[in-house]
């Protein structure tokens, strides 16, 4: 049978629409060139390349495959309906149809039977996952990364492997924030007490109450002295007052011990010139310098007397430890294993080994045991406490490229076939910077050493969503995804939208906690757009005017629908998508675009003028605007990003409800590309939820298989995507079926052995 019989049976005989015909099946030259040749020579064919795109070099499938980072947008165009231009005759939908398929099959083939999982690149921590992980390894709240240069950021996100470079600067950082964190955390000397002594020329008196006399401090009048003194840690510590007293009247003399201004312990001072008393107490006291003052609180003249304090001296020794103060849990953790009876040189290689296969996230091995112990042992030659010693080691393990950065080991390194399995430590680690951005726990790296962990994925997910820690999925992706985090940088018109601080922090805990409810309570993701509801303080809530809201906290709430639903009409993404004046509708349109639909619209082209310095332009928004697309530089682009952004026009610069545009009357309505046509931004939403959920959804799973693996998703990750479609589809759409689903991927499990073919 001839080959174009083979192709147009189908069709003739009903079975298959033309647009239909498998990717396989067609030849570039007898099917597709002839159709760009129909509808794209005119710019870009025959010495024209409009644009600077020009079809003449592809005379086969080979040169479309070489070239596949610029077919990648001509599918784009020619599936969205932006080429040809308006002006110029149409394919039919089965045409346009045909060549998207046949290009997405042959430029960018893919066989599910024998999937590429990718490679990621090795990357280090960015600022959130060394924090968090500087936090949960060590036990402390400090945030050292917060002074380090802020992450690069490539395809959305600032954890991707291929932007998250090494300078010099960040090296130094990274060597300060790690002795920072250490000296936070471990106790000079231990458990091992010192004593320092406060001269009483230390203390400052007032002139009406004392002064210093033969290297004593004496007080005549009610009054303190008082002097200031460093405290390593919090811990007790014991002050010994030398005093003695000059009495008169009925009662003794009065001392008083106060710390930081608060009075401690009062003393009876009996003791003389000849036989000064000793005093004392144990306080706790909080790390950092303090003020120490001893105060004379019964000061007595009469004729024939004068009671007077005497300090000679003060000594303060600590820390002291006891049932009712502890060493810090955080020492504690660290210095499981005392060389008092182990011995100073297997105490420290039990600390190392505990400590660095944590940090390192799988076990330590010997090698890197030894070097570690033995820089500890050299160090003890010029440091005598054993725990200050130590603390270089460790020292030395945090700035570790094992610890910086996230080394993925496989489970068969020997193995170097076309797919290899990830070792389950390296899927620990995937797993809990996906969902917490910060190290595994210790249940994740137990199950990770028996092995257990990929029999357990779907129970441990589970378990890790309802850890507070899985706030970070809200706040780090969420925030990334939905550009939220960005808040903090734009500036509205303070005197036009009666913008403040508060009104910020409320816009962005509301996303932040609409997020995190979907997922712990495990909604369908579709309620991003279909939710009724929302999470609004009494800022907010008057912002929105919504009533009967009251306080700072966040409380949930039913919305009017026939207004606000879902992610599109919340403040914080109307306010990141508006310019500081007025509204947006091209950057919302984009949003919409790029976050929820998974097309971002190309670049501007060069040299055409914005909107503000269009000086002919005149009228509403609306009508300035679409003035500006009449330019044919910009009606394609404009024709995509435009109607979304009129959509949501009722909502000002900052989000709130409008129904006037200065003195005219806000227009809402517009038509997409793909034809349907809506009056508000509710109807937009009912179409993004009728027609385009799968592709919402669709966008939201390469966005966090993107966030997961910290690199962009290709083309040959389709059939990981199809397939987590697959399984979050048959499970309504739900939060924990779309991660798990993320989780269970080949490219999450699995990356290309050494002999994969490129």
Partial sequence: MPHFLKILLPVLVGALPLGQLPAESLSFATDIRPLLEKYCWDCHGDGMDKGGLSLDPYENEADLIAARKKWEGIMFN???????????????????????????????????????????????????????????????????????????????????????AMPPLLVEQYLAAAGDVLDAVVVPGGSMPVTWSIASEAFSVAEEVGQQQDGRLMLWGNGEAEAKSAFPVEAGYRFRFRVHAEQAGAESVKMTLKLKGLEVQTFEVTGTHDQPQIVEAVVRVARGTQTVAAAFINDYTEEGGDR?????????????????????????????????????????????????????????????????????????????????????????????????????????????????????????????????????????????????????????IKRMIADPKARELARNFGGQWLETRNLDLVRPNRKK??????????????????????????????????????????????????????????????????RRRGLLTQAAVLTVTSDPTRTSPVKRGKWVLENLLGTPPPPPPPNVPTLESAQELSGTLRQRMEQHRSNAACANC?????????????????????????????????????????????????????????????????????????????????????????????????????????????????????????
């Fill in 78 to 164: 020619i599936d969205n309906w932006l080429m040809p231009p308006a002006d110029k005759e149409q394919p039919t939908a089965d045409e346009r149809k045909r060549l998207v398929q046949w290009i997405d099959g042959t430029v960018f083939p893919v066989d599910p039977a024998h999937p590429d999982p990718g490679r990621v690149t090795v990357r280090r921590l960015n600022k959130t996952e060394y924090n968090n992980t500087m936090r949960d390894l060590l036990g402390v709240d400090l945030r050292p990364a917060d002074n380090f240069p802020d992450d690069d950021s490539g395809y959305g996100f600032d954890n991707i492997g291929d932007v998250l």
């Fill in 497 to 562: 939208f009666n913008w403040d601080e508060e009104l910020r922090r409320a816009m962005q805990a509301e996303t932040e906690e609409f997020f995190r409810f979907l997922l712990v309570e495990n909604r369908s993701v579709l309620e991003f757009l279909s939710a009724d509801y929302t999470f609004v303080n009494e800022r907010l809530a008057r912002h929105y005017g919504l009533e009967g809201v009251q306080g700072e906290e966040l409380q949930k709430v039913q919305l009017d629908p026939a």
């Fill in 638 to 758: 404009h024709a995509m990003l435009d109607p979304i952004g009129f959509g949501l026009e009722n909502f000002d610069g900052t989000g709130a409800w409008r129904d006037q545009d200065g003195d005219q009357p806000v227009e809402s309505s517009g038509r997409l590309t793909s034809g349907q046509e809506f009056l508000n931004a509710n109807e937009l939403t009912t179409i993004l939820l009728r027609d385009k959920s799968d592709q919402f959804v669709r966008t939201l799973a390469s966005k966090l298989l993107t966030f997961a693996l910290g690199r962009g998703t290709e083309y040959y990750d389709k059939p990981a995507l199809n397939e987590i479609m697959s399984k979050a589809k048959n499970d309504q759409y739900s939060f924990h079926s779309l991660i798990t689903a993320v989780a269970e991927s080949v490219p999450f499990q699995k990356r290309r052995g050494e002999n994969f073919p490129q």
């Fill in 308 to 460: 007077n304090l005497w300090i000679e001296s003060m000594e303060i020794t600590g820390p002291l430890w006891s049932e009712e103060v502890p060493l810090p849990e955080n020492h504690r953790r660290l210095f499981t294993h005392e060389p008092g009876t182990e011995g100073s040189e297997a105490a420290t290689r039990k600390v190392l080994h505990d400590f660095v296969s944590r940090a390192y996230r799988r076990p330590v091995r010997p090698d890197e045991l030894d070097k570690l112990a033995s820089l500890v042992q050299r160090v003890r030659h010029i440091e005598p406490q054993w725990e200050e010693a130590v603390k270089i080691g460790l020292r030395a393990a945090l700035v570790s490229p094992h610890f910086l950065y996230r080394i993925e080991a496989l489970s068969a390194p020997d193995d170097t076939g076309t797919v290899v399995d990830l070792s389950e430590f390296a899927l620990a680690s995937r797993l809990s910077y996906f969902l917490w951005s910060s190290m595994p726990d210790a249940q994740l790296l137990e199950r990770a050493s028996k092995n257990e962990l990929r029999a357990s994925l779907a129970s441990e």
